[in-house]
């Protein structure tokens, strides 16, 4: 149950795009009650209308925001939006929509990074409603993942009364966005212009995984291990410019925390990866590299 679908032609609402991926449902309430028909008022189900089947049980306050509600404001919110890859998990207690601005940089010559906006919401009680900016390596697919650099996402909003309104209240987010934009790409050229040697690699590594312990475990000395080779070896270390820079370190560590780092629990449920690396250990494993490296290159 894990929709990923880009066939949808360029430019096209947000109604085609839920047709061809599976979201064009929506979710209502069903009363609960015990085996002698007793109310259950603390809780509800939630059901799909398409199907009937239960995705999940909440909390009576838990309020829907519906899929149509909660992702086709993109076609209000930025002019030129691709809609690139939708979908659900779980008999859709998570859903997702991956939408590409119309702005690229290059890092350097046939390196180029594209910028998305990630919105993601649940029926399961598990997650907010979130909306990231997410800029994504051409050549490697690597999520350079920054959403709380800021100190904030563009949207983090708990399942109560105020959710819809949270949501109109991000439609004048397009400038904020083109400002993330301009300034990720001036932070990634200035990593780029800035050398770094293997013995600062290992230092900077250490620092990162380490967490300030003195002595390096088995299992972090394996992870450093694994992004050295990645930065010698990884996707787009051909590109001239690349290797021996610190955006070259940079890149290592998110191919290894999109497509290495293990995730608990992603064999039993294949959503655990999506969530780390946009919202979990992932993204925080990014983020932190990020920081540290942008206040080495600053200094």
């Avoid at 089947?53 to 909440?58: D, F, K, L």
């Avoid at 350079?144 to 309104?165: F, P, R």
């Amino acid at each position: 149950d894990n929709t990923q679908i880009n066939t949808w032609p360029k430019n096209a609402m947000w109604e085609v795009v839920a047709e061809r991926s599976g979201l064009s449902w929506e979710a209502t309430f069903q009363t609960l009650q015990t085996i002698n028909g007793k109310a259950i008022n603390s809780h509800r189900a939630i059901v799909r209308n398409d199907t009937l089947e239960p995705i999940s049980v909440v909390k009576s306050r838990y309020h829907i925001v519906q899929p149509k509600d909660s992702f086709k404001f993109f076609d209000e919110v930025i002019n030129g939006i691709q809609y690139h890859t939708a979908g659900s998990l779980g008999n859709g207690s998570k859903l997702w929509v991956l939408a590409k601005m119309p702005y690229q940089s290059e890092i350097v010559n046939n390196d180029k990074v594209d910028y998305f906006v990630l919105l993601s919401n649940s029926f399961d009680g598990t997650t907010t409603l979130k909306i990231v900016f997410t800029p994504i390596r051409v050549v490697c697919q690597n999520t350079l993942m920054m959403a709380e650099l800021s100190g904030k996402y563009l949207l983090n909003a708990k399942h109560t009364e105020s959710v819809v309104t949270k949501i109109q209240s991000v439609k004048g987010l397009l400038s904020e966005l083109n400002e993330k934009s301009l300034k990720t790409e001036s932070d990634l050229k200035k990593m780029q212009s800035e050398k770094v040697t293997d013995l600062q690699i290992e230092n900077f590594l250490k620092n990162l995984l380490a967490e300030g312990k003195e002595e390096t475990s088995t299992r972090t000395s394996n992870v450093i291990t694994e992004i050295t080779d990645l930065y010698q070896n990884g996707k787009g270390t051909e590109i001239d410019g690349v290797k021996g820079t610190y955006y070259g370190l940079y890149n290592a560590v998110t191919e290894y925390a999109d497509h290495f780092k293990t995730v608990r629990g992603e064999k039993e449920d294949v959503s655990k990866r999506f969530e780390s690396v946009n919202f979990g250990t992932s993204a925080r494993l990014k983020e932190n590299a990020f920081t540290k490296i942008m206040s080495l290159v600053n200094a």
